[in-house]
């Protein structure tokens, strides 16, 4: 493995419209790098919140939108050819393990295919350094922890998470044989500002606030390690600041917390009583997520540094704004 080298300035993000990707756009183009977005608009959920997401990167001179499909190689090769790109950040997906039972071809061919494109047209436009948006659902159905990016991950239990260990595998052709040089980073649940509506920490204070039952599927006592976006995003740019050939590495918040516990404290944020309703368990969730985060803190100098209690109250205030 090599170390920190040269820090990329011609940056493409890949899904840069999104909750993640937008984040990550702002805070590239605050340290003055040039920054390319590419983003189909899939209608997963509304354009205009995505449109919103882009508002300040929209005035800025050195960030370009563009709108396509990652699959469509006539147009990536095309964005690669103009762009002249030293770093790229593929965050584009469909994304949700729920929805992926309902359409798991379509995940394997914008995750899969459309993945392989991206790093195709990065072989033969130079090689830039590349950062993968892997997911913590690789892992599959664990009772033991925390997650260590050397343990067995050949148990997905959902399309979505099939199709993210798939990315990790076909990566790592492409570095063997051809150089690329890319980090996979396994999310383990962000949360934060700009959230997809479909997210549970969104959906809950949204119903919430309008005084609606909240949607708890199971007994409520499934866990999940939350990663607040803007520590998530600082994880991500440190990844695409260092050469390491070719890694997996765990970008958790270090903090697992159940949904009954997320609810008590967006209860306690809100000002507001949750009503509930209990629904069976869903096929593809698994029941704990939990991240070790070593190898990223020592390879990175990643360290998660927001609480759950802040993180919400920091979206909570966003969401209030956005009213």
Not at 22 to 48: I, M
Not at 129 to 153: H, M, Q
Not at 274 to 284: E, N, S, T, Y
């Amino acid at each position: 493995m090599t170390g920190e080298s040269k820090r990329p300035e011609r940056v493409l993000v890949t899904g840069a419209a999104g909750f993640v990707g937008s984040t990550l756009v702002d805070q590239l183009l605050g340290e003055g790098r040039e920054v390319t977005g590419f983003d189909s608009f899939d209608p997963f959920y509304p354009e205009a919140q995505k449109q919103r997401n882009l508002v300040a990167a929209m005035k800025d001179s050195r960030f370009r939108l563009v709108r396509g499909d990652i699959r469509d190689g006539e147009a990536v090769a095309k964005l690669f050819d103009e762009g002249r790109f030293d770093g790229v950040v593929h965050l584009a997906a469909l994304a949700g393990v729920r929805p992926s039972l309902e359409r798991p071809a379509a995940y394997a061919d914008v995750n899969v295919n459309g993945s392989s494109v991206v790093w195709e047209a990065a072989i033969r436009h130079d090689n830039p350094r590349v950062v993968f948006a892997s997911s913590s659902s690789v892992y599959g159905e664990r009772d033991d922890g925390p997650f260590l990016e050397t343990d067995p991950v050949e148990r997905p239990i959902s399309p979505y998470a099939a199709t993210k260990r798939a990315g990790e595998l076909i990566a790592h052709t492409f570095h063997h044989a051809c150089g690329l040089s890319i980090i996979c980073a396994r999310i383990f649940t962000a949360y934060g500002p700009r959230q997809r509506p479909d997210l549970a920490i969104r959906k809950f204070a949204e119903l919430m606030l309008q005084g609606r039952p909240i949607p708890v599927l199971g007994d409520g006592h499934a866990v999940r390690d939350f990663t607040f976006v803007e520590d998530l995003v600082d994880g991500l740019i440190r990844a695409l600041d260092h050469d390491l050939g070719y890694a997996i590495l765990n970008f958790g918040g270090g903090r697992m917390a159940s949904v009954l516990e997320v609810i008590a404290i967006l209860e306690k944020t809100l000002g507001v009583t949750a009503q509930i309703d209990w629904l069976p368990a869903q096929v593809g969730d698994v029941r704990r997520t939990w991240s070790d985060t070593t190898a990223a803190r020592e390879a990175l100098g990643y360290r998660p540094q927001t609480s759950l209690e802040e993180g919400i109250g920091r979206f909570a205030q966003w969401l209030g704004e956005c009213e």
